[in-house]
């Protein structure tokens, strides 16, 4: 990012906007034609490379992207002040990137449990204080939180993944209610089983119960998600604030 950002657009900062979810959601804010990107990936490589340049010439958008692993804080430091120097303030914040995991918590090291709370957790509140220092001038800003239905609907094997997205549920709603007086929105998506990469890990047993208890029997599209994610984003959901929202297809 070697120039100033665009400060006539609003500008919406997207963690894990390479792949699944976060691609779609990306695709979305471009569609709009109202915000300059700021696009998260862990690394750099040529095929997320070819997707910005193929939605730069699509939509018309400025698309910028910064690197870093989530658990690296220093770096992660050191690439928001970076950002600060560039613009002066940051419209949306979806912290969508994450790791999934699955395994019965007897067979569980804690330190693989504290590995994925890492990322899941510990990661978006810290991103998120360093973004807040864009936000609290701004009476419009939102933060969307990508949490899950496993956050919820815990079963066996979840004590991982699905406790880190309760924990997610639960500071999503305290945040909300610290920002609220700052005209800042914050909530939470919980996608039921959607077509990703992620949807793949999971054993057939677990995939096929999942489409079984869904009402439209059927997985999201990231579209879906994406979807409801600019609607919080938007004016258009300016009483929403503190939600958790499910997008599951209903639940059995």
Same mark, same amino acid.
């Given at each position: 990012?070697?120039?100033?950002?665009?400060?006539?657009?609003?500008?919406?900062?997207?963690? #894990?906007?390479?792949?699944?979810?976060?691609?779609?959601?990306?695709?979305?804010?471009?569609?709009? %034609? $109202?915000?300059?990107?700021?696009?998260?990936?862990?690394?750099?490589?040529?095929?997320?490379? @070819?997707?910005?340049?193929?939605?730069?010439?699509?939509?018309?958008?400025?698309?910028?992207?910064?690197?870093?692993?989530?658990?690296?804080? &220093?770096i992660m430091s050191e690439e928001?002040?970076?950002? *600060?120097?560039?613009? @002066?303030?940051?419209?949306?914040?979806?912290?969508? /990137?994450?790791?999934?995991? #699955?395994?019965?918590? &007897?067979?569980?090291?804690?330190? @693989?449990? *504290?590995?994925?709370?890492?990322?899941?957790?510990?990661?978006?509140?810290?991103?998120?204080?360093?973004?807040?220092?864009?936000? *609290?001038?701004?009476? @419009?800003?939102? $933060?969307?939180n990508i949490s899950s239905i496993?956050?919820?609907?815990?079963?066996?094997?979840?004590?991982?993944?699905?406790?880190?997205?309760? /924990?997610?549920?639960?500071?999503?709603?305290?945040?909300? *209610?610290?920002?609220?007086?700052?005209?800042?929105?914050?909530?939470?998506?919980?996608?039921?089983?959607?077509?990703?990469?992620?949807?793949?890990?999971?054993? &057939?047993?677990?995939?096929?119960?999942?489409?079984?208890?869904?009402?439209?029997?059927?997985?999201?599209?990231?579209?879906?998600?994406?979807?409801?994610?600019?609607?919080?984003?938007?004016?258009? /959901?300016?009483?929403?604030? %503190?939600?958790?929202?499910?997008?599951?297809?209903?639940? $059995?």
């Amino acid at each position: 990012m070697g120039k100033r950002l665009l400060m006539n657009n609003k500008i919406v900062f997207i963690t #894990g906007a390479n792949k699944g979810i976060g691609k779609a959601i990306m695709q979305r804010f471009c569609e709009s %034609g $109202i915000f300059t990107l700021i696009a998260h990936s862990r690394r750099d490589s040529n095929g997320f490379q @070819e997707m910005i340049e193929k939605y730069r010439s699509i939509y018309k958008v400025e698309i910028h992207t910064v690197f870093f692993d989530l658990r690296n804080y &220093q770096i992660m430091s050191e690439e928001i002040l970076e950002l *600060k120097r560039k613009i @002066e303030h940051i419209d949306v914040l979806v912290n969508n /990137a994450a790791v999934a995991h #699955g395994g019965l918590f &007897q067979m569980t090291a804690i330190d @693989e449990i *504290k590995a994925i709370f890492d990322v899941n957790l510990f990661s978006t509140m810290k991103l998120t204080q360093l973004i807040l220092r864009f936000m *609290k001038k701004n009476t @419009e800003a939102s $933060i969307i939180n990508i949490s899950s239905i496993s956050s919820f609907d815990l079963s066996r094997g979840n004590c991982a993944y699905g406790v880190s997205k309760a /924990a997610l549920n639960a500071f999503t709603i305290n945040l909300s *209610k610290e920002l609220g007086s700052l005209g800042i929105r914050v909530n939470a998506v919980a996608p039921g089983l959607v077509d990703t990469e992620m949807a793949t890990l999971m054993d &057939q047993k677990s995939y096929t119960d999942m489409i079984n208890h869904s009402l439209l029997g059927r997985l999201g599209k990231t579209s879906e998600i994406a979807n409801l994610v600019y609607y919080l984003a938007s004016s258009e /959901a300016s009483f929403i604030n %503190g939600q958790i929202i499910r997008c599951d297809g209903g639940r $059995i």
